[in-house]
């Protein structure tokens, strides 16, 4: 089984940039979808964004189009979320996800592994 391990979450001011890092053991990581999704006090876990195993998409929610970016590095099983211009409403757990059938990124069903989430919390 995959294990997923996310890191980088602190507080940062509005307009702050951040990076998040998601590293994954196992050398099947690196042939799966992988996500990021968010969840805020009261709210439901969502989706952020995902990218596939050649890097394809990259797919984004519409509140983070132009201001996140994921990537990834299978040689050494990490991927990344880098996200500027924070904006309070960007305040949430972020979990690292995979999905070895790459199929439907946006659902968080077909995700079987994920994180423990690592917290991001934006000032204003």
Do not use: H
């Amino acid at each position: 089984q995959v294990q997923l391990v996310e890191s980088g979450g602190r507080l940062v001011e509005a307009g702050d940039s951040l990076r998040l890092s998601c590293a994954a053991s196992g050398r099947a990581f690196s042939t799966m979808t992988v996500g990021w999704f968010r969840q805020a006090p009261g709210k439901e876990r969502e989706f952020v964004c995902a990218i596939t195993r050649t890097g394809g998409g990259p797919y984004y929610a519409d509140s983070v189009k132009d201001r996140f970016a994921i990537s990834r590095d299978n040689a050494k099983n990490m991927v990344y979320l880098q996200m500027n211009s924070l904006k309070p409403e960007d305040t949430a757990v972020y979990y690292c996800a995979a999905d070895p059938k790459g199929w439907i990124y946006s659902r968080q069903t077909t995700y079987p592994y994920w994180g423990q989430g690592t917290q991001v919390t934006v000032s204003s």
